[in-house]
Each structure stands twice: as C-alpha cells, then as structure tokens.
C-alpha cells in the first residue's frame, strides 16, 4: 500500500510555455502532498506544501505564481510551471501523507521536466 | 531552521565491507527520520524510518540508528554489494522534510 505516481514521467516543452504535472495517492488518501525540485548531482529541494481545498505553503525564494499547485481532491495534486525557461529544468518529485497523525512520506517516481 | 548534512559526500569502497553512512541535523525537535537510496535518474526508494521514539531500525543488510539528543543518524550496511551502489539521501523534520547533501556509495566488485 501507500503508492504514490506522477505524470508525466517526463516531459520536454517550449520556453515560455505552461506544464502540468500530476500527482496521485492511489491507494490512500493524502491529508498533506508535497511538491520538491532536484537540480542534477543535487539534493532534493522542498518547493511548497499543499492540503486538500486550501492553498499550498511555499517555501523561501520559490515564485507561487509561477509554480501553482493545486491540491484539488484527497488523491491528487497538482503542479504547473508556467512560462518555463530553461532554469527550469529539473527533476520534480512528489510526496504524499496518509493521515495527520501519521508524517512518513511517500515518493512518486518523479517528473523529468527539459525546457528548451 | 533545520539543517541536515551528510558526510562522506562520496565513498568508494570494495565490495564485502560494512560501512557506515552518516547524517546530522541541527534541530532535534523532529517527527521522524528517513532513509532513502536514489538510483541515476531514477526516483526515491524508501529504505528505513525511524520514528523520533525509537532508536534503531534493521530490514535486511541495513541498520538505521537514531540518537535525537546529538543530532545523528547512522546507516549502517553489511557486507556491501555492487547492487548498493546508489546515492543515499537522509530526510527529517516535523511534518515537512529537509532532506540531506547525499552520499555517493560506489561498491568495487
């Protein structure tokens, strides 16, 4: 149990255009999804926090209104990137929670994003 | 505001040793701790958690140990393998996760 996924798994787009990547719990419902951003040889970066119907906490320096997340169900999220540039190439994992009590995360297999 | 490191940034040992991981966070008042291996390119394989009430977690060649009051965590692997050779990432904090800098294992066959 507790199986998380993304899609796309990956994806290449146009600078200046928008993605959406998706996120879902498939076994459980997540109380708290979270959003975290990989830059190659780098450690995984937290991006914002999201509860089902209220809006997602970002962390320092990330843009909220360029990466909008929306946690619209108990099952999924997701995030959009908009108006992409080529820093925004990066790998982008996902993690879910399954109750409030409970704080181990769950990882979806991550979202290859190329910007060119 | 949590930090966590993790030393050796990168190891390269003979296959058959038992090494020890290390990671260390500046603040003790966490929920949990995490032990992730990560593959090039590939995403996040959760190995041991270790609840904040707990000391030490095993599942297999892996031991993972918790001493909250110093700010530790140790992975211990046994016997190492070529198969273990993977970046290992710890992660903690209260309801949200700071992860680790990462170690590189590379095992020598």
């Known amino acids: 149990g507790a199986v998380v996924s993304q899609h796309p798994s990956w994806v290449i787009c146009k600078s200046g255009t928008s993605v959406k990547i998706e996120c879902r719990s498939l076994d459980f419902q997540a109380t708290t999804m979270f959003w975290y951003r990989q830059f190659p040889k780098q450690s995984l970066m937290l991006m914002a926090t999201?509860?089902?119907?209220?809006?997602?906490?970002?962390e320092q320096g990330v843009e909220k209104d360029k990466f909008l997340i929306n946690h619209a169900s108990l099952t999924l999220s997701t995030l959009t990137v908009t108006s992409a540039h080529p820093e925004d190439s990066s790998f982008y994992i996902c993690?879910?929670?399954?109750?409030?009590?409970?704080?181990?995360?769950?990882f979806g297999p991550g979202t290859r994003l190329t910007v060119t | 505001k949590q930090e966590v490191t993790q030393i050796p940034a990168a190891l390269s040992v003979p296959e058959g040793e038992n090494l020890v991981l290390n990671c260390s966070f500046t603040d003790s008042a966490i929920y949990n701790l995490q032990w992730f291996r990560q593959d090039p390119g590939k995403g996040l394989t959760s190995l041991l958690l270790i609840q904040s009430s707990q000391r030490e977690q095993t599942s297999g060649r892996l031991n993972a140990s918790l001493d909250k009051s110093s700010g530790r965590s140790t992975l211990y692997i046994a016997a190492s393998q070529p198969g273990d050779s993977a970046t290992y990432l710890c992660a903690t904090g209260t309801y949200k996760y700071i992860f680790g800098t990462g170690t590189r294992l590379k095992v020598l066959a």
């Open positions: 999201s509860n089902e119907g209220s809006k997602a906490t970002y």
């Open positions: 993690s879910a929670t399954r109750t409030s009590a409970e704080y181990e995360q769950y």
